[in-house]
């Protein structure tokens, strides 16, 4: 099989075993890169040298007999909303292109440790704001699957990146289903971890209650040796949980054969209203039915709360936004622009930056958040969101005195074509109709690749209690198992043939 169609775990086991290097497979992923991203648009910078840097140290400390991390050579790509020092970072946003940042967030710390040579970082939605990559400063990314569609948002970069073979696996972000919903219709597995399980030190934050980095990968096993490589316990990180002693790749293990007698897994009614595009509650209930085979107990669960979630998390998010990017206006942080008449004040100077600097959506939340925030609407707005998040928290701890985990379409339709959305904020927003909740409560959730309509992939979340990321990784290799194989191989990756 092709270097950079085989999985983080088999790269790891060839490297180690000297039956490829570490250059060999860093310079077969910066090949295809260089091949293929031109079209794809999935990357916003590629580090060539840094990457064929940190392979060729990796190769020549094997040659010397020492020891090395277990996944020491397998290269991985990263959301550009993540800071990495030296590199451009620059959240998808005019704001801060050409931007360099001074640290490295402790994600990237911990992948430096791991030794994995960091290709590039990838293409977002602006601020992650977007669910289509298409609020992009730079430009969109396309789906490898379908170049004429989104690869999702707000990081489709790193999805797509994965989807075409640019990357084995890669870092993303999500605060309402930003790793989730583009994993979902670019056929990758895209994890959620428990809020606090992973740092979110030098990640660039949106929202800060909702933000949460996770894995992106091919297969649900390399998504757990991911989140486990990147996380831990963080003092720096005020919200970072302890460390704990499970071990996420063997439960990702025990899940792959998929015998789930006593099992109980539920599906949440509120969920399954109307909304889907055509195909993708088939895909949904064949998988419902491949589970039922193996000896799964499907429970019907009730969360009252669920309808009202998503206007609660476009309440919540659009605020703690809106006050996390008042830092950027010129003066601490962010490209600075003139005013072109009037005097020139810092109030000016402010009003001609943020107007020039900011897209469209990145405006249209600030200006929500701001307003949701002030002086008589607070307690209306805010506070009542923040009332419903609560009572999604309740229903959900409810649900899992019930059932071990929860199952549920991951996004509404397949990929849809650019521009179809664009102009109806509303109808993008509810791409995160069942992402939307796991944020709200903390909890984790991942997407694993569960067929196809019309070619395109479909995805099916598994969403579990808070700290049980083992089981959410256990019942998503269920998942993976019982999945026709072609739902996570895209056939054609620009042109080439199926």
Not at 50 to 66: N, Q
Not at 216 to 244: C, K, M, W
Not at 290 to 307: D, K, N, T, Y
Not at 397 to 419: C, H
Request: proline share 6%; glycine share 10%.
């Amino acid at each position: 099989m092709e270097i950079v169609k085989k999985t983080a775990r088999e790269l790891a086991e060839l490297i180690r075993a000297g039956e490829l290097s570490s250059v060999e497979v860093t310079q077969a992923f910066l090949a295809r890169i260089e091949k293929l991203d031109t079209q794809l648009h999935a990357f916003l910078f590629v580090d060539k040298e840094g990457a064929l840097a940190a392979a060729k140290a990796v190769d020549a400390d094997l040659a010397a007999g020492k020891e090395l991390p277990p996944y020491a050579g397998v290269p991985i790509a990263i959301k550009d909303n993540i800071c990495q020092r030296g590199i451009p970072t620059t959240c998808g946003s005019a704001m801060l292109e050409g931007w360099k940042a001074p640290y490295d967030a402790t994600v990237v710390r911990n992948i430096k440790a791991a030794r994995l040579p960091i290709l590039g970082h990838t293409n977002m939605d602006e601020f992650a704001m977007g669910s289509s990559t298409e609020h992009s400063a730079f430009g969109p990314t396309r789906n490898p699957w379908d170049t004429s569609r989104i690869p999702g948002g707000s990081g489709g970069g790193s999805a797509a990146a994965v989807a075409a073979y640019l990357a084995p696996w890669a870092l993303g972000s999500d605060t309402g289903g930003s790793i989730r919903q583009p994993g979902a219709v670019t056929g990758t597995v895209g994890a959620k971890p428990t809020y606090g399980a992973i740092s979110r030190y030098g990640l660039i934050a949106m929202a800060s209650s909702l933000d949460q980095i996770g894995p992106v990968a091919r297969t649900v096993e390399d998504a757990a040796i991911l989140q486990t490589l990147v996380g831990g316990h963080d003092p720096l990180d005020s919200t970072s949980l302890p460390d704990t002693e499970v071990d996420l790749p063997a439960a990702a293990q025990k899940g792959k054969p998929a015998d789930l007698h006593g099992c109980k897994i539920g599906i949440v009614k509120e969920t399954l209203a109307a909304g889907y595009g055509e195909g993708v509650l088939e895909v949904f209930s064949n998988t419902l039915d491949s589970l039922r085979e193996r000896g799964a107990e499907i429970v019907e669960i009730s969360c009252p709360s669920f309808e009202y979630a998503l206007a609660a998390y476009y309440l919540i998010m659009p605020a703690e936004a809106s006050s996390n990017l008042a830092r950027f206006d010129g003066v601490r942080y962010g490209n600075r622009v003139e005013p072109t008449s009037g005097p020139v004040t810092a109030e000016t100077m402010m009003r001609a930056t943020r107007e020039a600097k900011f897209g469209v959506e990145v405006k249209r939340r600030i200006i929500l958040g701001t307003h949701v925030l002030s002086a008589g609407f607070y307690d209306s707005y805010y506070g009542s969101a923040q009332k419903v998040r609560t009572l999604v928290q309740r229903d959900l701890a409810a649900a899992f005195s019930k059932v071990a985990v929860l199952i549920s379409p991951t996004a509404p339709t397949v990929a849809f074509r650019f521009g179809e959305n664009i102009n109806d904020p509303m109808k993008m927003y509810l791409n995160d109709m069942t992402t939307i909740p796991a944020n709200l409560a903390g909890v984790p959730a991942m997407t694993i690749p569960a067929g196809l309509v019309n070619g395109l992939p479909v995805g099916v979340q598994v969403m579990a209690p808070a700290h049980a990321d083992a089981s959410m990784y256990e019942y998503a290799a269920a998942v993976e198992a019982l999945a026709p194989a072609a739902a996570s191989e895209c056939p054609v990756a620009m042109g080439e043939e199926k």
